[in-house]
C-alpha cells in the first residue's frame, strides 16, 4: 500500500511540475523542392550546376527548420541526386497536404545577353507579365521534355510556346494572396543578407499550377554571372540563403496563426 501511495505521489508530482512530457504533432506541414536533378542538371556554369545548388541549399533550408521549429513536419521532394517529374513534385506537396510549397531553383542568362546580371528574385503563379518572366517560366518548364507522355499528361501544354501561357490568365487561385506574401517575405530577407533584390514576380510555372497550398519558387541567383556563381556554390553562400529562406519561412508561419 505505501508503495502504491508513493508512485501515486510521484505521478502527481511530475505532473504538476510538467516534468512529463508530451511530444507536440507538427501543426504545420512544409515541402521544399530542390529544383531539377538526376539526369537533368537545370543551368549549368563554368563550374558549378543548378542542380547541386538548389539541393544543398533546401537541404539546409530543411536542418534549420527542423532543428528550430518544432511544430513543422519538413517533406522533400528530393533529398539527392535524383530525377523527379513536376507532376511529381506538385503531387508530393498535395499528398502532404502542404501548409506550403518552396521550390528552389537558380536562374541563368542565354548565350547572348551580357553576363553580369545578379541578385535573387522569387516568382508565384501567374501571368509573365514580362518577356523576362516568361523566359525564366520556359526555361523552368522545358523540364518536362525529359518525361514520358508528357504531351498527354501535361494536356498538350508546350513549354516553350507563348500561347500555352495564355492558360494561366483564367485560372483562379485562391491562394495568391498568401503566396505572394510568402514571395515578399523572401526578398525582404534575401535584402537584410545583402543579396541584390529583383523583386517578385508572376509566371506560368507548371510546379506551381499543380499545388493545392499557398507556394512560391525562388530564383537564387544567376549562375552565368562569374561571381555569383562563386557565391552560389560556396559554403558561405549556401548559408546565407538558406537562413534568408528559413527566416521568411518562419515569419510567414507566424502570420498565419
Known amino acids: 500500500m505505501k508503495r502504491l501511495h508513493k508512485i501515486l505521489w510521484l505521478t502527481l508530482l511530475l505532473l504538476g511540475s510538467g516534468a512529463i512530457l508530451v511530444e507536440a504533432k507538427p501543426t504545420f506541414t512544409l515541402v521544399l523542392d530542390a ?3 538526376g539526369k537533368d542538371p537545370g543551368a549549368l556554369g563554368k563550374r558549378g550546376k543548378e542542380k547541386n545548388i538548389n539541393l544543398a541549399v533546401a537541404l539546409a533550408v530543411g536542418r534549420l527548420v527542423e532543428q528550430n521549429l518544432n511544430d513543422v513536419k519538413v517533406v522533400y521532394t528530393r533529398k539527392s541526386d ?15 497536404k502542404a501548409d506550403l510549397f518552396v521550390s528552389i531553383h537558380t536562374n541563368a542568362l542565354a548565350g547572348t545577353h551580357p553576363k553580369q546580371t545578379a541578385g535573387a528574385e522569387t516568382y508565384t503563379l501567374g501571368m ?21 507522355d ?11 510556346s507563348a500561347e500555352s501561357y495564355i492558360i494561366f490568365e483564367f485560372m483562379q487561385d485562391r491562394n495568391m494572396e498568401k503566396s505572394v506574401k510568402m514571395a515578399q517575405l523572401v526578398q525582404q530577407q534575401f535584402r537584410s543578407a545583402g543579396r541584390p533584390d529583383k523583386g517578385v514576380h508572376q509566371a506560368g ?17 544567376y549562375i552565368s554571372t562569374g561571381s555569383e556563381e562563386t557565391y552560389l556554390t560556396s559554403d558561405r553562400g549556401v548559408t546565407q540563403m538558406a537562413d534568408a529562406i528559413y527566416r521568411a519561412i518562419k515569419k510567414y508561419k507566424e502570420t498565419q496563426k
Open 150 to 160: 508528357y504531351e498527354t499528361r501535361y494536356e498538350g501544354f508546350d513549354p516553350k
Open 82 to 96: 535524383v530525377f523527379v517529374e513536376l507532376s511529381e513534385r506538385a503531387a508530393i506537396a498535395n499528398r502532404a
Open 205 to 221: 510555372f507548371l510546379v506551381l499550377r499543380a499545388t493545392s497550398m499557398p507556394s512560391c519558387l525562388i530564383e537564387l541567383g
Open 35 to 37: 529544383g531539377h536533378g
Open 128 to 148: 509573365h507579365r514580362a518577356a523576362d518572366n516568361l523566359a525564366v517560366a520556359k526555361r523552368e518548364n522545358s523540364v518536362i521534355s525529359l518525361e514520358k
